[in-house]
């Protein structure tokens, strides 16, 4: 779908930029109010359910710009690499966003991994507010209609478990490695016992042949 300028004004070109900046403020939000109860130890029950908020918020809008927004800005603002970056940074905080929702808030790194993924969303909001939008704004994008589309997007996902397909993908990584690690060490036991019986064969042939003499 194409989002080219009408008779839209400058201040309704920028509304898709306004709609993503309000996703930032309300996960930056919830990202203080977990250092909040981590500071005073608070409960995990709530500390739970505010990364799963986190979470959620943050993997709809990911799949809102990477369906509609970062498509339309690849064509518009011509910066393959600040585009690519981008992509890459929503991989990386995906995969961390599944880790946390396969833990349970008092397992060890639990904190840990919040912290880590607030620093890497901070980054990332950085970069698109002070290098992608800028452009975004200067584009012949209709801001307005992307908007409109971002939002029914948003309502008409809201409700899928969108991290699941990585959450698999993580079990699967790690089962395999289990898989491998028994296989080798497996492996390496049959070797040893190879290698012992070989020996055993060749101390039974020498004292045979000591004997015939």
Known sequence: MTYA???TTKATSNDVIKLLKADHEKVKSLFDEFEKLRSKNGNTDKKSEIVKEICHEL??????????????ARDSIEDEDLMDEADVEHAVAK???AELQDMDADESHYDAKV???REYIEHHVKEEEGK???????SEIDGEEMAAEVTQFKE???NDD??????????AAKKSSVKQTKKDSNGQ???????????????????????SK
């Open 5 to 7: 300028k009408g008779h």
């Open 59 to 72: 993997t709809l809008h990911a799949m809102a710009e990477e369906s509609i927004v970062y498509p339309a």
């Open 95 to 97: 995969e961390l966003i």
């Open 115 to 117: 912290i880590v993924l």
């Open 132 to 138: 992608m939008f800028p452009k975004l704004a200067k």
């Open 156 to 158: 008409e996902h809201k």
């Open 162 to 171: 969108s991290t699941s397909s990585a959450k698999k993908r993580i079990h």
């Open 189 to 211: 036991d049959a070797d040893d016992e190879d290698e012992h019986a070989r020996k055993s064969k060749s101390g039974h042939k020498a004292e045979n042949k000591e004997i």
